[in-house]
């Protein structure tokens, strides 16, 4: 399991150059003019866990297969969006099938690429698109609660659940809030869920900063960063143009280049660990010397559920889970010696995953 990452944000911040760092390809045409992404551009990314690969090295194993994460590049948006205004409609349909979102800001000045509103301000930008997707939220729930009146009045159980939490969103969407800040109750986290609200989803502010203030940020990027510490929302600084060139390195080359840079990592990983924590999700792996695998779970999930995401059979049958901890596996050299150690724990089904476990499951066909 990974997740859906839809990469957003108004024409020309630099979102298509960003997308085809990121997956490495060239299939987004970033080009100076509005709507240059018209259909979104899918790619799939590796998630880099340097975990995986002692693991795969302590265990010889002859594949490693790390687990993947979906971007998706979505078309700008513009003002008005909500309306249909530029490819508003479109936008609004793709971003509801995402499990995040990317909000790309622009945090550069550059007389040479255009501003859709002829100016450079970040929060603005992140406002504008805020509004639309509160409008949008707004219009779609007005329609739905007019459609279940009549089931509601039956005494309709799901209707009346349903009715409850749409008038709940949309108390906090008339106040100019996001759905993501209402407090939904556990039993309600299903049907909270299945009303696909825009603005329930997670977000990420990317500040795409120049080359030479990738390290440090800038005054527009500190302006997010405190936008987002309000909002309870995450952001990162990245540089697009040194992403672009990082995609076109290999090993020690990039390493030397984000040295230069005075950079630890590629804007990549940190965009991936900052969206698994916005997520809240982690990883649990399986070695042995065929395949070293990571698999992407929610934190919280127990070792059944664990076992689903390698095949639904696994958890159907799910006898124990044989778990050793990264770290031990790591420190004592691999699986028999770790089990000569009494490292390696006998985990029934309620036990709950822990980001980094190495998991053996046991089960009946």
Known sequence: MGFRMGIVGLPNVGKSTLFNALTRTASAQAANFPFCTIEPNVGEVAVPDTRLYALADIAKSRQIIPTRMTF???????????????????????????????????????????????????????????????????????KRLQNIVRKVRGGDKEAVQQERLMK?????????????????????????????????????????VPEDQAA??????????????????????????????????EGEEAEMFLGEMGLEEAGLDR???????????????????????????????????????????????????????????VALGGEQAAKDAGKMRAEGKGYVVRDGDVMHFLFNT
Not at 101 to 118: K, N, S
Not at 169 to 186: D, I, S
Not at 219 to 248: F, L
């Open 271 to 329: 965009l991936i660990k900052t969206g698994y924590n916005l997520l809240k999700l982690e990883t649990y792996f399986t070695v042995g010397p065929k395949e070293a695998r990571a698999w992407t779970i929610p934190v919280g999930t127990s070792a059944p559920k664990a076992a689903g995401v390698i095949h639904g059979d696994f958890e159907k049958g799910f006898i124990r889970a044989e778990t050793i901890a990264y770290d031990d596996y």
């Open 168 to 208: 709940l969103a949309l108390e906090a969407l008339n106040e100019g809030k996001p759905a993501r800040v209402v407090e939904v109750a556990e039993d309600d986290l299903k049907a909270w869920r299945m009303l696909q609200l825009l603005t329930s989803k997670p977000v990420l502010y990317v500040c795409n």
């Open 216 to 249: 440090e940020g800038n005054a527009h990027s500190e302006a997010v960063a405190r936008m987002a510490a309000e909002q309870g929302n995450a952001h990162v600084v990245i540089s697009a143009k040194i992403e672009e060139e990082i995609s076109q390195l």
């Open 72 to 142: 998706v590049d979505i078309a700008g948006l513009v003002k008005g969006a909500s309306k249909g205004e530029g490819l508003g409609n479109q936008f609004l349909a793709n971003i509801r099938e995402v499990d995040a979102i990317a909000h790309v800001l622009r945090c550069f000045e550059d007389d040479d690429v255009t501003h859709v509103e002829d100016r450079v301000d970040p929060v603005a930008d992140a406002e504008t698109i805020e509004t639309e997707l509160i409008i949008a939220d707004m219009e779609s729930l007005e």
